[in-house]
């Protein structure tokens, strides 16, 4: 099995319409669709207050008790 390293986001954005995840040399918009039942049922306001771990490899959702990886979202959202 192949060993890859983990992707870490420099910064996060939320639109209306996804999730805006900063990598070092790119931008991944991700509907909320593909994040999570959760997130997709959640308000705007709900989905607005998403903070990035200190070291970028996850996002937590604090209104809703919501926590995705990095990596994972950016495997559904492919």
Request: aromatic share 4%; with cysteine; charged share 25%.
């Amino acid at each position: 099995m192949q060993r890859t390293d983990p992707v870490t986001a420099t910064a996060i954005e939320t639109t209306v319409d996804a999730l805006v995840v900063i990598l070092g040399d790119r931008r991944v918009s991700i509907p909320w669709e593909k994040c999570s039942e959760r997130l997709l049922s959640a308000t705007a306001q709900e989905r607005m207050d998403a903070e990035l771990s200190p070291g970028g490899y996850g996002i937590h959702w604090r209104l809703i008790d919501e926590d995705l990886s990095v990596n994972g979202l950016l495997r559904s959202g492919s």
